[in-house]
């Protein structure tokens, strides 16, 4: 009976680390995803704090194409507002395009594309575009390890009593997809 009763204590204990275990590692998959996701906000403001810069010296060529600047202005303050990474994401991915858009509109006009400050600000934002894309993509890997750890078993037994849901992937706007147009 004692024997039994020990073997029966070491099972428990055994199962209960292994739980541990497991809620350990889900805590530890959902903040990797809050870090990964502050990466990208801290490069994603960084593109909204260059971008007014680079808006201004465009205007100073290209004042007639003041819908493109209205636009960047009004998705700079969206993203100021957004609240939730969803509504930052959707956010961004508009501010892409209307960047792609605002860089032909640069290419409209070549005394501005030979203007130092330009050409700087062009370099700074293809930097923190290039950083941008290395973000997302490992946010993307955190966020498909969490999502896969709590959809499998036992994490989804785990996940739904701890609160945990699914996450969003960081996916391309559907702008992206178009090529862009380029005349010489």
Do not use: C
């Not at 497991?22 to 990964?36: F, H, M, P, S, T």
């Not at 403001?45 to 465009?58: A, E, K, Y």
């Not at 050409?119 to 490992?138: H, K, M, P, W």
Request: avoid cysteine.
């Amino acid at each position: 009976m004692k024997k039994t009763l020990i073997i029966v204590g070491i099972v428990v204990l055994v199962a209960v680390l292994w739980g541990v275990g497991k809620y350990n590692k889900l805590i530890r998959l959902d903040e990797g995803v809050d870090a990964q996701w502050a990466n990208i906000e801290t490069v994603l403001q960084r593109r909204f704090d260059l971008i007014p810069n680079l808006v201004n010296t465009v205007k100073g060529f290209a004042a007639q194409e003041k819908g493109i600047f209205t636009e960047v202005t009004r998705l700079r303050s969206q993203w100021a507002s957004a609240g939730t990474p969803d509504e930052k994401v959707g956010v961004a991915n508009q501010m892409q395009g209307a960047m792609g858009r605002l860089m032909l509109v640069a290419e409209n006009y070549p005394d501005l594309k030979s203007n130092q400050n330009f050409l700087a600000l062009q370099d700074e934002l293809a930097g923190t575009e290039n950083r941008i894309s290395v973000e997302r993509r490992r946010y993307n890997e955190s966020v498909r390890a969490y999502n896969s750890a709590i959809r499998g078993i036992p994490g989804k037994f785990y996940a739904g009593g701890m609160g945990l849901e699914k996450r969003t992937p960081f996916e391309a706007a559907p702008e992206a997809a178009a090529v862009p147009v380029v005349e010489f």
